[in-house]
């Protein structure tokens, strides 16, 4: 059986854009493009931090990366925010 309306909308219903999805999430949220570091190992680096912290944000019940980021402000808040205070 076909999709109906084309390649995009087969991908987003057969999950092709969840690579898509992150590298937005990354790249707006936390301006991973305009990132200065390009040599050795820092871009990957910092790609693993930003995907915990995404991680941590989503595991504490944030539907939207932005406002949990919000939120975390401080260590101390995002402590607090986790129980670990």
Same mark, same amino acid.
């Given at each position: ?27 707006? +949220?936390?301006?991973? !493009? @305009? ?6 190992? /820092?871009?990957?680096?910092?790609? %693993?931090?930003?995907? &915990?912290?995404? +991680?941590?944000?989503? !595991? @504490? ?6 406002? /949990?980021?919000?939120?975390?402000? %401080?260590?101390?808040? &995002? ?5 670990? !205070?």
């Amino acid at each position: 059986m076909a999709l109906p309306g084309g390649g995009a909308l087969r991908a987003l219903l057969c999950g092709g854009n969840v690579k898509e999805t992150h590298h937005h999430v990354r790249d707006v +949220t936390f301006g991973e !493009d @305009a990132s200065a570091s390009r040599t050795g190992r /820092g871009p990957a680096n910092l790609a %693993t931090i930003r995907a &915990a912290i995404i +991680t941590a944000i989503k !595991d @504490a019940g944030y539907l939207h990366i932005p406002e /949990g980021r919000r939120d975390h402000t %401080t260590p101390a808040g &995002a402590l607090h925010l986790h129980g670990l !205070d």
